[in-house]
């Protein structure tokens, strides 16, 4: 049985512009009177890439098990985790209805893992509907994505399909891990 858990609103989006193209992702992570905000970006990648990405770096943020509201415009993310998609997808070998390989395995892998550590529940905002913390993350993502030097995502750029644990790497950091 779960001791009381601490209550996480976390707010996220994504960014590639043009899609594909640079990157980002932005997060804002509230808990009580405690705030804190999250980005990164990659010189090649997707808009579904960084708000997946988006999602697994504030869970990934959290230092205990909590249960986390995650608020996203994305409906691909939201409707992939709550209508059981990204489930499917990987029992079915992260294949679609029709045998189509599922986009982003790497991330659905990474963020279906995450969410069975927190309790997780995924709600879907419009976006530019002037929610402030939403406005918060796609300003975040932009900047980050018009970053300088940003690194590569490996698996994007290369076109590999790697399924590997977030320990081993999926993102180049600029140095050898």
Not at 101 to 115: E, F, H, I
């Amino acid at each position: 049985m779960d001791k009381e858990l601490r209550e996480v609103a976390i707010y996220t989006d994504g960014a590639a512009e043009p899609n594909p193209g640079p990157g980002g992702y932005g997060v804002v992570l509230v808990y009580k009177k405690h705030r804190k905000e999250l980005s990164g970006g990659f010189r090649r990648t997707t808009n579904n890439r960084m708000e997946i990405l988006a999602a697994i770096a504030s869970l990934e943020a959290l230092s205990m098990r909590c249960a986390a509201t995650i608020y996203s415009d994305s409906q691909y993310l939201v409707d992939a985790v709550t209508k059981g998609w990204a489930r499917r997808w990987r029992a079915n070998g992260w294949k679609r209805k029709g045998g189509a390989m599922a986009l982003n395995p790497d991330l659905w892998a990474r963020l279906l893992t995450l969410c069975a550590r927190h309790r997780v529940r995924f709600v879907w905002v419009r976006g530019h509907a002037g929610h402030a913390e939403n406005e918060r993350c796609d300003f975040l993502a932009t900047q980050a994505a018009r970053g300088e030097n940003l690194p590569r995502d490996i698996v994007y750029e290369d076109g590999n399909i790697p399924l590997r644990t977030p320990q081993m790497g999926l993102f180049d950091s600029g140095y050898d891990e």
